[in-house]
């Protein structure tokens, strides 16, 4: 059965961000000859309209209020809401991303909806969306889904491939004016003070070079973003690291940090705790460097490199700059 999907497509600083793609792919999936919706926000929402219509938008619902070019929980609120009216989809996606996670729950729990959060996969069987979502930390995975009514889901981002770009598709674009109720929006974004580089973001890194306590100080990440910067990737952290100063707890990992799942993810000087393993155990391929030959970190490593990483990396990032010179 066809069904009529909406995507709420995240953008930071004008631009998309990959996830929104990934939720179009699953968008496409799940729909079975139905419509798929994007919906974006913010005065520079103009720039991603073929972006989307290229990854399989087949109508883009545009809300242009300068209130939504940074996000506030309020504003996103009530114009999601209003989306979500006109639309009435089937199925609602969106990223698990720091608007995701925010914005999802307020919006299931006033429609009374269910909310299927942190989802790495979606597939159909038998008729039924079935979604795929890790518990306890990474250990096990349950399969969820919706018996009846719409359903809503967040997806992990760097977990559904993006459809091939196809600048053959043109979407129908439609531009919605949104009501904001007297005194509804309680805050004001004056300044965003960004603590990270500019660079790939962590949360959608495909490659993740990520420092712990074995760093020893705030130089000790230097080699770590020389390696990222030649793989492409970003630089992340445990929270032991950043407990200690020696980055900034954007770059957290882990249970109370930011959840990872990248193609690559090279652990140096970590220990393994599993707070930590709970925000990076899902990737693709993990590279583990540390002197001590029984740290935990190596019970999840697909590659262990037992040595001091002032030593290994600076290695690895020479090998690597070798072979991307050849290729």
Same mark, same amino acid.
């Given at each position: 059965?066809? @069904?009529?999907?909406?995507?709420?497509?995240?953008?930071?600083?004008?631009?998309?961000?990959?996830?929104?793609?990934?939720?179009?792919?699953?968008?496409?999936? /799940?729909?079975?000859?139905?419509?798929?919706?994007?919906?974006?926000?913010?005065?520079?929402?103009?720039?991603?309209?073929?972006?989307?219509?290229?990854?399989?938008?087949?109508?883009? +619902?545009?809300?242009?209020?300068?209130?939504?070019?940074?996000?506030?929980?309020?504003?996103?609120?009530?114009?999601?809401?209003?989306?979500?009216?006109?639309?009435?989809?089937?199925?609602?996606?969106?990223?698990?991303?720091? =608007?995701?996670?925010?914005?999802?729950?307020?919006?299931?729990?006033?429609? !009374?909806?269910?909310?299927?959060?942190?989802?790495? !996969?979606?597939?159909?069987?038998?008729?039924?969306? =079935?979604?795929?979502?890790?518990?306890?930390?990474? @250990?096990?995975?349950?399969?969820?889904?919706?018996?009846?009514?719409? /359903?809503?889901?967040?997806?992990?981002?760097?977990?559904?491939?993006?459809?091939?770009?196809?600048?053959?598709?043109?979407?129908? +674009?439609?531009?919605?004016? =949104?009501?904001?109720? !007297?005194?509804?929006?309680?805050?004001?974004?004056?300044?965003?003070?960004?603590?990270?580089?500019?660079?790939?973001?962590?949360? !959608?890194?495909?490659?993740?070079?990520?420092?712990?306590?074995?760093?020893?100080?705030?130089?000790?990440?230097?080699?770590?973003?020389?390696?990222?910067? +030649?793989?492409?990737?970003?630089?992340?952290?445990?929270?032991?690291?950043?407990?200690?100063?020696?980055?900034?707890?954007?770059?957290?990992?882990?249970?109370?940090? @930011? +959840?990872?799942?990248?193609?690559?993810?090279?652990?140096?000087?970590?220990?393994?705790?599993?707070?930590?393993?709970?925000?990076? #155990?899902? #990737?693709?391929?993990?590279?583990?460097?540390?002197?001590?030959?029984?740290?935990?970190?190596?019970?999840?490593?697909?590659?262990?490199?037992?040595?001091?990483?002032?030593?290994?990396?600076?290695?690895?990032?020479?090998?690597?700059?070798?072979?991307? =010179?050849?290729?």
């Amino acid at each position: 059965m066809s @069904k009529n999907v909406l995507v709420l497509a995240d953008i930071r600083d004008g631009e998309l961000r990959n996830v929104a793609l990934e939720c179009l792919a699953a968008a496409s999936r /799940v729909a079975d000859g139905g419509v798929v919706t994007a919906t974006v926000f913010g005065s520079k929402r103009k720039e991603t309209v073929e972006q989307l219509s290229h990854h399989g938008a087949d109508q883009v +619902v545009t809300v242009s209020d300068t209130r939504l070019d940074s996000y506030t929980t309020d504003a996103y609120f009530q114009a999601f809401k209003q989306v979500i009216e006109k639309v009435n989809p089937d199925v609602i996606l969106t990223g698990h991303t720091a =608007v995701g996670r925010d914005v999802s729950p307020r919006i299931a729990a006033r429609l !009374e909806l269910g909310l299927i959060s942190d989802c790495t !996969e979606v597939e159909v069987v038998d008729g039924k969306m =079935v979604f795929t979502r890790p518990i306890y930390a990474g @250990k096990a995975f349950v399969k969820k889904s919706v018996r009846e009514g719409t /359903v809503f889901a967040t997806l992990r981002p760097n977990n559904i491939p993006v459809l091939e770009a196809d600048t053959s598709r043109s979407a129908v +674009v439609e531009e919605l004016e =949104v009501t904001f109720a !007297e005194d509804a929006i309680r805050t004001l974004v004056k300044e965003v003070v960004r603590k990270t580089t500019d660079g790939v973001d962590l949360s !959608e890194a495909r490659v993740v070079v990520s420092g712990g306590r074995g760093v020893k100080s705030e130089d000790g990440f230097k080699p770590l973003q020389e390696l990222a910067d +030649v793989l492409g990737g970003a630089v992340g952290a445990s929270r032991g690291a950043c407990d200690a100063g020696y980055c900034d707890y954007a770059l957290q990992i882990g249970q109370t940090g @930011k +959840v990872v799942t990248p193609d690559l993810y090279i652990a140096c000087g970590i220990s393994g705790a599993i707070q930590h393993l709970a925000g990076m #155990s899902n #990737s693709k391929v993990i590279v583990a460097i540390n002197k001590d030959p029984e740290a935990s970190i190596f019970s999840v490593a697909d590659y262990g490199i037992v040595g001091d990483l002032f030593e290994v990396v600076p290695m690895l990032t020479e090998e690597f700059k070798k072979v991307l =010179v050849e290729q």
